[in-house]
């Protein structure tokens, strides 16, 4: 019989130390040989990305052994950050030097790119093996803070490791460069360019250009793109043709381009993306198979996997069960490697084979699972917001055996809003939502307007408008919630990190729907921001709010840290001291403002880390931090949780 006590006081399995120690995400997976290897997040080695592999007994075993960390800066969210030899040796870029190494598993890494000292603020990433080269996208830092890119192959047998002329720029001319991809006779090159102050998910082109004798060549013709237009990852059909994702239907679909003088050919138009915002290079989204077919992942709220006919545009679902979010990593034959995970199964690696339609697991992100009586369930809601516009978003009501509510109380919930703020959010196995929902603390997770997965209207909507839009979005989700009596009014927190935590920080200082908040190094201020974020990001904000100098009013108006008179209610601050995204000054200048007006607060700083934490000791922190800050504003203990001491006047 269920123990009747407060919600959020409820004694639960999963601790802080669990999300930490049993989770290892896992990434980008390669068949090599007739081994698997795969990329895995080790936060009890500091947060380094080990590459792995099954040893005979099927345990998981380093390919790269610590403290070697295969994690390219590139863009500073990175990706391609290693491949894999026709001979079996590993490609990566090491995140301490952002050097490129090859290594033969059990012999020392060899560099194939020049040492700090000789080309300082080089940087490597989308990896990929053409030949005897590695082909990538190569990020130059000048000493004047200049940052230029380029499509750069690098010789195989370590000749540049000590001559940085070894190393051939094969196209540049544009701010940024994705997806280099060579075709089957070796001609020609095609690559995705867009540049400043475009992201790429508003607007990319679709360059082909022939190769000289050297192996460079010119900027190349326009085939597909333009400012209102993102084109993602070309893949070579035939020597004349290509295929491409676009969304100039609205919707992010598949084209057959062809380099002659017909115009683009959808090759199965829906109202679906079959794409999703280039936060990360090397990223893919379909595949060629041997027949012909393309195996498709697309996008309408959840991930459905699909094979698409070209021939004639017809598509046919595969049932992945409980998956709903899903990425393509490699293809050989009929097997294929997917990074997936759903609402109670949690994400790794698996790998699918097409011909019997099995799943088997490869690498899960976590080692063990509580009971699954503790896991909660998502439930997709739909709410109305202003406008009448349509918000999305996913609730996980609290869940625990051994305990039941109090009769006339209901739950808190905690809003989470994801960053980007251009990104997605699926039904999830969430070790961080469990956390709190066996506690007996809800969770909503909100895709607000500006989320992708929705099409390019819904995304577009945050145009001009970011700190409002999102801001109603997550209000009218919450209050959706204790509208229907699912949850208490009076004890909603919010909670995000990056852009959102700028959503946080904007939703406490211009309502008053929430009791608190916490922001994981969000975005508080915004004319200094575009001068000290990286430079992917440097011009993000013209699109999400407007250009400078002409819309300077509007950045001083909307900017959380200037609107601290609005604020009534405590908020938490977590910031990692070595964030090259959002610095350590956009928190320190929100706390300094809760200071001068008297607000209580806490702001926890950690040595080490960065845009997103990886340390065992952080994640623990961060999360009892969190818990314990909830329970002292919303009214409930927390038993088992150090106390975190707020600031007060």
Aim: charged share 20%; proline share 8%.
């Amino acid at each position: 019989m269920p123990q009747r006590a407060p919600y959020g006081s409820w004694l639960s399995p999963i601790t802080a130390a669990d999300l930490a120690s049993s989770g290892h995400p896992v990434d980008a997976g390669h068949f090599v040989g007739e081994e698997i290897w795969w990329s895995e997040l080790r936060p009890s080695e500091g947060g380094r990305t080990s590459i792995r592999r099954a040893d005979r007994r099927g345990e998981p075993e380093d390919v790269l052994p610590p403290p070697w960390n295969a994690r390219t800066r590139v863009h500073e969210y990175g990706g391609g950050g290693w491949t894999v030899t026709h001979d079996g040796r590993l490609v990566f870029a090491e995140f301490s030097d952002q050097r490129v190494y090859a290594l033969r598993p059990g012999e020392h890494p060899i560099p194939l790119t020049p040492p700090p000292a000789v080309r300082a603020g080089l940087r490597y990433g989308e990896l990929s093996v053409v030949g005897d080269e590695v082909w990538c996208v190569r990020e130059t830092h000048s000493a004047d803070g200049e940052v230029r890119r380029d499509i750069c192959a690098i010789p195989l047998d370590g000749s540049g490791g000590g001559d940085p002329a070894r190393l051939r720029s094969v196209v540049s001319g544009s701010h940024f460069l994705a997806y280099p991809r060579l075709s089957p006779d070796g001609r020609r090159l095609a690559w995705i360019a867009w540049d400043h102050p475009q992201m790429p998910w508003d607007g990319t082109e679709l360059r082909v250009a022939e190769l000289d004798e050297n192996g460079v060549c010119g900027p190349g013709r326009v085939l597909l793109g333009g400012p209102e237009e993102s084109v993602l990852q070309p893949q070579w059909f035939d020597d004349g043709s290509l295929y491409a994702i676009s969304d100039r239907s609205g919707w992010w679909n598949l084209y057959r381009v062809d380099l002659g003088a017909q115009p683009p050919r959808p090759v199965c138009p829906l109202d679906a993306d079959f794409g999703a915002p280039l936060w990360h290079l090397g990223v893919r989204w379909y595949t060629e198979l041997a027949d012909g077919r393309l195996l498709t992942t697309r996008t309408v709220g959840t991930d459905t996997l699909a094979l698409v006919d070209p021939s004639d545009g017809s598509i046919e679902d595969l049932d992945l069960g409980d998956l709903t979010s899903l990425g393509i990593t490699d293809v050989r034959g009929d097997r294929v490697l997917l990074r997936s995970g759903g609402a109670q199964t949690p994400g790794g690696l698996r790998l699918l084979d097409l011909g019997t339609g099995a799943v088997t697991d490869v690498r899960l992100g976590v080692d063990d699972l509580p009971d699954v009586a503790y896991l909660p369930t998502a439930q997709p809601i739909t709410v109305t917001g202003p406008q009448g516009r349509e918000v999305h978003a996913y609730t996980y009501a609290p869940r625990n055996p051994a305990y039941t509510g109090v009769d006339g109380e209901l739950p808190p919930y905690v809003a989470f809003v994801h960053g980007g703020p251009t990104a997605h959010v699926a039904p999830a196995l969430s070790m961080v939502f469990a956390y709190f929902t066996s506690r007996g603390i809800g969770v909503i997770d909100v895709n607000y307007g500006g989320s992708s997965g929705y099409g390019r209207e819904y995304r577009n909507r945050l145009r001009g408008q970011w700190g409002i839009v999102d801001v109603e979005d997550t209000i009218a989700a919450v209050r959706g919630l204790a509208d229907v009596g699912l949850a208490d009014p009076r004890r909603l927190a919010i909670e995000g990190g990056s852009a959102g935590g700028w959503t946080v920080l904007a939703a406490l200082t211009t309502s008053e729907v929430f009791a608190c908040g916490a922001s994981y190094y969000g975005v508080a201020e915004l004319e200094l921001f575009v001068q000290e974020t990286h430079d992917f990001e440097s011009r993000y904000i013209d699109g999400l709010i407007g250009p400078l100098p002409e819309s300077k009013e509007l950045y001083a108006r909307r900017a959380p840290v200037n609107n601290v008179d609005g604020l009534s209610c405590p908020v938490l601050l977590l910031q990692g001291l070595s964030d090259p995204i959002v610095p350590p000054s956009q928190a320190e200048r929100f706390r300094d403002a809760m200071v001068r007006k008297g607000i209580p607060h806490a702001y926890l700083a950690y040595e080490g880390e960065a845009h997103g934490f990886r340390k065992v000791e952080t994640i623990v922190s961060s999360r009892e931090a969190e818990l314990s800050f909830y329970g002292q504003v919303l009214g409930f203990e927390t038993p088992g949780i150090p106390r975190l001491e707020l600031w007060r006047p």
